[in-house]
Protein backbone atom coordinates (compact mmCIF):
# COMPACT_ATOMS: atom_id res chain seq x y z
CA UNK A 1 0.00 0.00 0.00
CA UNK A 2 1.66 3.53 -1.11
CA UNK A 3 -0.24 6.59 -0.14
CA UNK A 4 0.75 10.14 -1.96
CA UNK A 5 -0.38 13.70 -1.02
CA UNK A 6 -0.87 15.59 -3.92
CA UNK A 7 0.68 19.16 -3.70
CA UNK A 8 -0.56 21.39 -6.29
CA UNK A 9 -0.15 19.44 -10.08
CA UNK A 10 2.62 16.72 -8.22
CA UNK A 11 2.38 14.05 -6.13
CA UNK A 12 4.95 13.73 -2.92
CA UNK A 13 5.27 10.16 -0.89
CA UNK A 14 4.13 9.67 1.97
CA UNK A 15 7.17 8.09 3.96
CA UNK A 16 6.14 4.19 5.62
CA UNK A 17 6.68 4.31 9.44
CA UNK A 18 6.31 0.44 11.44
CA UNK A 19 5.09 -0.47 14.54
CA UNK A 20 7.56 -1.33 16.77
CA UNK A 21 5.31 -3.67 19.69
CA UNK A 22 2.20 -5.69 18.75
CA UNK A 23 1.11 -3.97 22.11
CA UNK A 24 0.79 -0.73 19.84
CA UNK A 25 -1.47 -2.13 17.61
CA UNK A 26 -3.63 -3.47 19.74
CA UNK A 27 -3.95 -0.41 21.68
CA UNK A 28 -4.61 1.80 18.97
CA UNK A 29 -7.31 -0.91 17.57
CA UNK A 30 -9.00 -1.17 20.75
CA UNK A 31 -9.46 2.06 21.14
CA UNK A 32 -10.97 2.31 17.58
CA UNK A 33 -13.15 -0.60 16.95
CA UNK A 34 -16.48 1.15 16.47
CA UNK A 35 -14.94 3.53 13.80
CA UNK A 36 -12.54 0.58 12.25
CA UNK A 37 -14.69 -2.58 12.29
CA UNK A 38 -17.99 -1.14 13.78
CA UNK A 39 -18.05 -3.81 16.39
CA UNK A 40 -18.22 -3.41 20.25
CA UNK A 41 -14.99 -4.05 22.58
CA UNK A 42 -15.89 -5.92 25.29
CA UNK A 43 -12.26 -6.81 27.23
CA UNK A 44 -8.50 -6.68 26.63
CA UNK A 45 -6.28 -10.32 27.31
CA UNK A 46 -8.87 -12.26 28.21
CA UNK A 47 -7.86 -15.65 29.97
CA UNK A 48 -9.74 -18.51 28.92
CA UNK A 49 -8.10 -21.89 29.93
CA UNK A 50 -5.04 -21.85 28.75
CA UNK A 51 -5.14 -19.94 25.89
CA UNK A 52 -5.28 -15.34 26.27
CA UNK A 53 -7.31 -13.97 24.02
CA UNK A 54 -5.85 -10.33 22.66
CA UNK A 55 -9.34 -8.69 22.20
CA UNK A 56 -12.86 -9.62 23.12
CA UNK A 57 -15.32 -7.35 21.11
CA UNK A 58 -19.27 -8.43 19.72
CA UNK A 59 -21.04 -7.81 16.86
CA UNK A 60 -24.17 -6.55 17.66
CA UNK A 61 -25.01 -6.44 14.43
CA UNK A 62 -25.46 -10.55 14.13
CA UNK A 63 -25.80 -10.92 18.07
CA UNK A 64 -22.06 -12.71 17.62
CA UNK A 65 -18.50 -13.00 19.31
CA UNK A 66 -15.66 -11.60 17.65
CA UNK A 67 -11.85 -12.55 18.80
CA UNK A 68 -9.35 -10.39 17.64
CA UNK A 69 -5.77 -11.33 17.68
CA UNK A 70 -2.62 -8.56 16.98
CA UNK A 71 0.80 -10.35 14.99
CA UNK A 72 3.79 -8.59 14.60
CA UNK A 73 5.46 -11.51 13.54
CA UNK A 74 4.36 -14.56 10.98
CA UNK A 75 5.69 -17.52 12.20
CA UNK A 76 2.43 -18.44 13.11
CA UNK A 77 -0.14 -20.76 11.73
CA UNK A 78 -3.61 -18.69 11.42
CA UNK A 79 -6.09 -21.94 11.03
CA UNK A 80 -4.63 -23.54 14.14
CA UNK A 81 -4.67 -20.44 16.22
CA UNK A 82 -8.44 -19.27 15.09
CA UNK A 83 -10.12 -23.16 15.35
CA UNK A 84 -8.20 -22.94 18.63
CA UNK A 85 -9.91 -20.10 19.93
CA UNK A 86 -13.32 -20.71 18.09
CA UNK A 87 -13.18 -24.16 19.62
CA UNK A 88 -12.70 -22.66 23.23
CA UNK A 89 -15.09 -20.45 22.63
CA UNK A 90 -17.94 -23.04 21.45
CA UNK A 91 -17.08 -25.11 24.56
CA UNK A 92 -17.12 -22.15 27.28
CA UNK A 93 -19.80 -20.20 26.06
CA UNK A 94 -21.16 -19.26 29.85
CA UNK A 95 -17.46 -17.81 30.21
CA UNK A 96 -17.99 -15.49 27.15
CA UNK A 97 -21.34 -14.13 27.97
CA UNK A 98 -20.35 -13.60 32.23
CA UNK A 99 -17.34 -11.60 31.05
CA UNK A 100 -19.67 -9.30 28.39
CA UNK A 101 -21.69 -8.93 31.37
CA UNK A 102 -19.18 -8.04 33.40
CA UNK A 103 -17.25 -5.54 31.60
CA UNK A 104 -20.43 -3.87 30.19
CA UNK A 105 -22.83 -3.28 32.39
CA UNK A 106 -25.39 -4.94 30.12
CA UNK A 107 -27.63 -8.07 30.06
CA UNK A 108 -26.94 -10.88 27.67
CA UNK A 109 -28.27 -14.40 27.46
CA UNK A 110 -26.76 -17.53 26.09
CA UNK A 111 -30.04 -17.60 23.49
CA UNK A 112 -29.59 -14.12 21.88
CA UNK A 113 -25.93 -14.94 20.89
CA UNK A 114 -25.74 -16.14 17.70
CA UNK A 115 -22.79 -18.70 18.24
CA UNK A 116 -23.03 -19.77 14.64
CA UNK A 117 -21.39 -16.35 12.95
CA UNK A 118 -18.70 -16.39 15.41
CA UNK A 119 -14.98 -15.09 13.77
CA UNK A 120 -11.36 -14.39 14.20
CA UNK A 121 -10.20 -11.07 12.92
CA UNK A 122 -6.08 -11.28 12.71
CA UNK A 123 -4.38 -7.94 12.39
CA UNK A 124 -1.01 -7.75 11.42
CA UNK A 125 1.40 -5.28 9.34
CA UNK A 126 2.02 -8.19 6.85
CA UNK A 127 1.25 -11.57 6.33
CA UNK A 128 3.10 -14.10 4.32
CA UNK A 129 1.56 -15.85 1.10
CA UNK A 130 1.46 -19.33 3.44
CA UNK A 131 -1.04 -16.94 5.92
CA UNK A 132 -2.91 -15.96 2.81
CA UNK A 133 -3.57 -19.38 1.26
CA UNK A 134 -4.15 -21.22 4.37
CA UNK A 135 -7.61 -19.27 4.49
CA UNK A 136 -8.50 -18.93 0.49
CA UNK A 137 -11.21 -20.99 0.96
CA UNK A 138 -14.91 -19.45 1.10
CA UNK A 139 -15.89 -21.07 4.67
CA UNK A 140 -13.45 -20.29 6.94
CA UNK A 141 -14.84 -17.79 10.03
CA UNK A 142 -11.70 -15.74 9.90
CA UNK A 143 -10.34 -12.26 8.60
CA UNK A 144 -6.98 -11.12 7.60
CA UNK A 145 -6.60 -7.38 8.27
CA UNK A 146 -2.71 -5.49 7.31
CA UNK A 147 -2.49 -2.33 9.04
CA UNK A 148 -0.14 0.10 7.58
CA UNK A 149 1.24 3.52 9.54
CA UNK A 150 2.85 6.13 7.73
CA UNK A 151 3.92 9.64 8.45
CA UNK A 152 1.84 12.59 9.73
CA UNK A 153 0.11 9.96 11.59
CA UNK A 154 -1.41 8.37 8.71
CA UNK A 155 -3.37 4.59 9.16
CA UNK A 156 -4.10 2.68 6.60
CA UNK A 157 -6.65 -0.69 6.70
CA UNK A 158 -6.87 -3.69 4.04
CA UNK A 159 -8.87 -6.51 4.23
CA UNK A 160 -7.07 -9.84 2.29
CA UNK A 161 -10.46 -11.51 0.91
CA UNK A 162 -10.34 -14.83 -0.27
CA UNK A 163 -11.86 -15.41 -3.92
CA UNK A 164 -12.07 -19.57 -3.61
CA UNK A 165 -15.24 -21.51 -4.12
CA UNK A 166 -13.68 -24.57 -2.21
CA UNK A 167 -14.98 -25.32 1.37
CA UNK A 168 -12.05 -26.04 3.61
CA UNK A 169 -14.30 -29.19 4.63
CA UNK A 170 -12.80 -30.83 1.01
CA UNK A 171 -9.41 -30.66 2.43
CA UNK A 172 -9.48 -31.82 5.56
CA UNK A 173 -10.48 -35.33 5.33
CA UNK A 174 -10.16 -36.60 8.98
CA UNK A 175 -12.64 -37.11 11.31
CA UNK A 176 -13.15 -35.43 14.92
CA UNK A 177 -10.52 -32.65 14.81
CA UNK A 178 -11.03 -29.36 15.79
CA UNK A 179 -11.96 -27.77 12.42
CA UNK A 180 -14.89 -30.03 11.91
CA UNK A 181 -16.43 -29.72 15.39
CA UNK A 182 -16.31 -26.10 14.84
CA UNK A 183 -17.58 -26.08 11.36
CA UNK A 184 -20.65 -28.00 12.65
CA UNK A 185 -21.45 -24.95 14.66
CA UNK A 186 -20.30 -22.27 13.26
CA UNK A 187 -20.76 -21.14 9.23
CA UNK A 188 -19.95 -18.40 6.99
CA UNK A 189 -22.63 -18.05 5.21
CA UNK A 190 -23.52 -17.32 1.63
CA UNK A 191 -25.80 -14.97 -0.02
CA UNK A 192 -27.51 -18.70 -1.57
CA UNK A 193 -27.44 -19.91 1.97
CA UNK A 194 -29.31 -16.65 3.41
CA UNK A 195 -32.14 -17.08 0.32
CA UNK A 196 -32.49 -21.04 0.87
CA UNK A 197 -32.98 -20.22 4.99
CA UNK A 198 -35.16 -17.68 4.04
CA UNK A 199 -37.08 -20.26 1.57
CA UNK A 200 -37.92 -17.31 -0.78
CA UNK A 201 -39.40 -17.92 -3.84
CA UNK A 202 -37.33 -18.07 -7.32
CA UNK A 203 -38.79 -14.95 -8.19
CA UNK A 204 -38.06 -13.25 -5.06
CA UNK A 205 -34.44 -14.51 -5.41
CA UNK A 206 -34.24 -13.00 -9.16
CA UNK A 207 -35.54 -9.72 -7.72
CA UNK A 208 -32.36 -9.97 -5.29
CA UNK A 209 -30.23 -10.34 -7.73
CA UNK A 210 -31.31 -8.03 -10.20
CA UNK A 211 -30.93 -5.32 -7.32
CA UNK A 212 -27.50 -6.78 -6.08
CA UNK A 213 -26.14 -6.32 -9.41
CA UNK A 214 -26.93 -2.79 -9.44
CA UNK A 215 -26.21 -1.72 -6.06
CA UNK A 216 -22.30 -3.55 -6.49
CA UNK A 217 -21.64 -1.41 -9.05
CA UNK A 218 -21.60 1.36 -6.66
CA UNK A 219 -18.06 1.98 -5.43
CA UNK A 220 -16.43 0.47 -1.95
CA UNK A 221 -19.74 -1.59 -1.94
CA UNK A 222 -19.25 -4.72 0.40
CA UNK A 223 -22.05 -7.96 0.28
CA UNK A 224 -22.52 -9.08 4.06
CA UNK A 225 -24.72 -11.77 4.09
CA UNK A 226 -25.94 -13.42 7.68
CA UNK A 227 -28.08 -16.41 8.62
CA UNK A 228 -31.52 -13.92 8.80
CA UNK A 229 -30.61 -11.31 6.33
CA UNK A 230 -28.29 -9.57 3.80
CA UNK A 231 -26.88 -5.73 4.19
CA UNK A 232 -24.53 -3.81 1.54
CA UNK A 233 -21.91 -1.77 3.34
CA UNK A 234 -20.35 1.06 2.54
CA UNK A 235 -16.41 1.46 3.97
CA UNK A 236 -17.75 -1.62 6.70
CA UNK A 237 -21.04 0.84 7.31
CA UNK A 238 -24.45 -0.65 7.02
CA UNK A 239 -26.40 1.29 4.26
CA UNK A 240 -29.55 -1.29 3.10
CA UNK A 241 -30.52 -4.36 5.19
CA UNK A 242 -32.56 -6.87 2.97
CA UNK A 243 -34.85 -9.45 5.08
CA UNK A 244 -36.58 -12.06 3.28
CA UNK A 245 -39.72 -13.15 2.94
CA UNK A 246 -41.01 -15.92 0.28
CA UNK A 247 -42.60 -13.74 -1.88
CA UNK A 248 -40.99 -10.33 -1.35
CA UNK A 249 -37.75 -8.53 0.43
CA UNK A 250 -38.35 -6.48 3.62
CA UNK A 251 -36.02 -3.35 3.01
CA UNK A 252 -35.09 -0.96 6.09
CA UNK A 253 -32.66 1.64 5.79
CA UNK A 254 -31.68 3.16 9.35
CA UNK A 255 -33.06 6.81 9.97
CA UNK A 256 -30.65 6.48 13.40
CA UNK A 257 -29.41 4.21 16.11
CA UNK A 258 -30.99 5.41 20.18
CA UNK A 259 -28.48 3.57 22.15
CA UNK A 260 -27.41 5.82 24.58
CA UNK A 261 -23.79 5.05 23.43
CA UNK A 262 -24.61 5.27 19.55
CA UNK A 263 -27.13 8.25 19.06
CA UNK A 264 -27.08 9.17 15.54
CA UNK A 265 -28.12 12.13 13.24
CA UNK A 266 -31.20 11.36 11.83
CA UNK A 267 -30.98 10.33 8.34
CA UNK A 268 -33.83 11.91 6.21
CA UNK A 269 -34.94 10.29 2.99
CA UNK A 270 -36.42 12.42 0.15
CA UNK A 271 -38.77 10.15 -1.00
CA UNK A 272 -41.57 12.19 -3.25
CA UNK A 273 -44.02 8.96 -3.72
CA UNK A 274 -43.73 8.21 -0.36
CA UNK A 275 -42.76 4.91 -1.06
CA UNK A 276 -41.16 4.01 2.55
CA UNK A 277 -42.89 4.04 5.79
CA UNK A 278 -41.01 4.55 8.89
CA UNK A 279 -41.22 2.49 12.19
CA UNK A 280 -38.86 2.64 15.45
CA UNK A 281 -38.13 0.22 18.83
CA UNK A 282 -36.42 0.89 21.66
CA UNK A 283 -32.76 0.99 19.45
CA UNK A 284 -33.46 2.10 16.75
CA UNK A 285 -35.59 4.06 13.87
CA UNK A 286 -35.92 2.97 9.92
CA UNK A 287 -37.95 3.55 7.14
CA UNK A 288 -39.23 0.18 5.65
CA UNK A 289 -40.86 -0.71 2.24
CA UNK A 290 -41.58 -4.20 1.04
CA UNK A 291 -39.76 -4.90 -2.21
CA UNK A 292 -42.15 -7.30 -4.53
CA UNK A 293 -41.19 -6.76 -8.21
CA UNK A 294 -38.77 -4.87 -10.47
CA UNK A 295 -41.65 -2.14 -11.73
CA UNK A 296 -40.58 0.62 -9.24
CA UNK A 297 -36.52 -0.61 -9.08
CA UNK A 298 -34.83 2.82 -10.72
CA UNK A 299 -36.57 4.77 -8.29
CA UNK A 300 -36.18 2.37 -5.53
CA UNK A 301 -32.46 2.82 -6.14
CA UNK A 302 -32.63 6.28 -6.17
CA UNK A 303 -33.65 6.45 -2.62
CA UNK A 304 -30.90 3.76 -1.49
CA UNK A 305 -28.55 6.26 -2.99
CA UNK A 306 -29.51 8.46 -0.92
CA UNK A 307 -28.59 6.56 2.06
CA UNK A 308 -25.07 5.39 0.30
CA UNK A 309 -23.93 9.02 -0.43
CA UNK A 310 -24.96 10.08 2.75
CA UNK A 311 -21.96 7.48 4.25
CA UNK A 312 -18.52 8.39 4.29
Known sequence: MDLYKLKKDHLESIEKDSFKLEKDIQVLVENNFEILFNIEFVSTEFIINEFRLDSLCYDNETNSFVIVEYKKG????????????LSVMLNNKSDFILEYIEKTGKNLKKNEVDWSQSRIIFISQSFNSYQKNSVNFQDVPFEL?????????????????????????????SKNTIIN?????????????????KNVSDETSQLYFSLRDKIITWDDVVVNPTKKYISFKKNRTPFVYLNFRKKYIRVH??????????????????DPKKMFSSWENDYTKMYSY???????????????????????
Not at 153 to 170: A, D, M, P, T, V
Open 74 to 85: SSYSVIDQGYSY
Open 145 to 173: WEIKKFSDGIIGLNQHKSSSKESIQKVNK
Open 181 to 197: SVNKEVQVYTENDTLKN
Open 253 to 270: ILIQSKEVKKVTKPFILD
Open 290 to 312: DLKDEKDLDYFLLMLKQKYDSLN
